[in-house]
């Protein structure tokens, strides 16, 4: 079982250069979602998605945008690298919008580095 | 807004040792209350939940109980082992998405 499967797992950036992070589920998962991880901060939602042609934002959405063209993919997409964007970021999905109740499954991360 | 407060770590600990972690949320709505554990080089993974006032979630021996009078979801497991080693996030839900508290490094000593 995939899961949910996160490319790719190291990345450098220099400030400006633009990247996609990608998501792929292969659970027929309707609600997807990014976050990301920094230290002594948990987890911060970036962006969200509750079906296939649908996304909203998160807490911290400003730099990325998402898309969601089918119901697998999730695609992250940084426009303008900046050295705050320095961070692991987590693709994670469920069943039910939200996650609220029903478990979020989580990829095995990006670890995203901006110089 | 709606947070999770949960203890600092690092937490160190020898092995059959018991753990707490304790974590306390705003009381906003009636939220759903989560343990996800994360191992190294992983994502999280859910390790418990409890979705109403008074419910025990428990999993692998950890326990957790939704105590809406304190608005606390505090962690214990009676006799950790090393594999317990791991970063442990309480969570609540908030509309579309989870709340989740900054992380507690628990690290179990042989």
């Known amino acids: 079982n995939a899961g949910v499967t996160q490319t790719p797992k190291f990345q450098v950036l220099k400030t400006g250069q633009s990247m996609t992070l990608q998501c792929a589920q292969d659970?027929?998962?309707?609600?997807m979602s990014w976050y990301r991880q920094d230290p002594g901060m948990g987890l911060r939602l970036i962006h969200y998605s509750v079906g296939a042609g649908i996304t909203d934002q998160g807490e911290v959405p400003n730099g990325y945008n998402v898309s969601r063209s089918t119901t697998e993919d999730f695609p992250l997409r940084l426009l303008s690298a900046a050295p705050s964007q320095t961070s692991v970021y987590f693709c994670?999905?469920?069943?039910?919008?939200?996650?609220?109740?029903?478990?979020?499954?989580f990829g095995n991360g990006t670890r995203l580095t901006v110089t | 807004g709606d947070s999770v407060t949960q203890m600092e770590g690092p937490v160190t600990l020898s092995e059959e040792a018991f753990l707490t972690i304790n974590c306390t949320y705003t009381a906003t709505g009636y939220p759903s209350l989560f343990w996800y554990v994360q191992y190294p080089g992983e994502g999280l993974q859910l390790l418990l939940k409890a979705t109403k006032a008074d419910d025990k979630g428990s999993n692998k021996g950890f326990e957790a109980t939704y105590r809406k009078e304190t608005t606390s979801f505090h962690l214990e497991k009676g006799s950790v082992q090393v594999s317990d080693s791991a970063v442990y996030f309480c969570a609540r839900s908030n509309d579309y998405k989870l709340s989740f508290g900054a992380g507690t490094t628990v690290t179990v000593r042989a």
């Open positions: 659970m027929n998962h309707e609600y």
């Open positions: 994670a999905s469920s069943t039910s919008t939200g996650g609220t109740n029903s478990p979020l499954h």
